[in-house]
């Protein structure tokens, strides 16, 4: 099996991707703060493969992205010790054996290229990928896989929570779609605010490329809280939680076979 480790600024994904079916099997979190992913690596891999019925031994090869470089050292060296495989971390040097071009590979994070790959991948033509994270991106990509450009927002979760921190009356609410944009109480009129005010953005955004560009593309979403918004399906032509995971594998597997 081939195992992806994704290291946000949130979570550390880890997902399972059979080889034979060609499908993500299994997929868990934990948290990136350094402090607890120490401990939590230590405890909680362990305890998951034994709960799934898996072993250290199904794993024959491991991707690994992360926009957190302090973690970096600490996967690496767990996977050494639990895996007994050092994971090949994605790095600008990765991108040169890629279809997919970017002029400052520098400036690229990791999760970002990882999606563009796997979009280019699945339609070989101009993409908008529109990552739904702790940060809320737009990557641009044209017909001949080079990359245009990168717009960011703060995420859902961090608007919420910034205006939760910064105001002594406003609580924390759920992400949860309200049925009205116009606010009934205070929890609902968060909801509304934020929730349809992002729908806007999004489409916004999306119409502000095509428009800037003079080009079509697909739309794509990717990313844990893309299927909150549900009144933007219609302008998505796809919506993959798995983008940046199949972007990881495609970019690892590209490199291992040179």
Known sequence: MFLAIDAGNSNVVFALYNQESKTWTNQFRLETKTAKLISQLAKKVPVYFLEHGLSAADIREIGFSSVVPEVNGLIVDFCKNYFGIEPFLISPTAYKVLEVKTQRPQEMGTDLMCNVVAAWDRFKQA????????????????????????????????????????????????????????????????????????????????????????????????GGLSEILTPLEKDFDLIDRNLTLNGLRLITQANHSL
């Open 127 to 222: 993409a908008i990928v529109v990552d739904f994270g702790t940060a809320l991106t737009f990557t641009v990509v044209n017909g001949q896989g080079k990359i245009q450009g990168v717009s960011i927002v703060p995420g859902l979760r961090t608007a919420i929570k910034s205006l939760f921190t910064n105001t002594s009356k406003l609580p924390e609410v759920e992400l949860k779609l309200p049925e009205s944009a116009i606010g009934k109480d205070t929890i609902h009129a968060i909801q509304a605010g934020i929730l349809y005010g992002y729908t806007g953005l999004v489409q916004g955004m999306v119409k502000r490329i095509k428009e800037e560009t003079n080009h079509d593309y697909k739309v794509i979403a990717t």
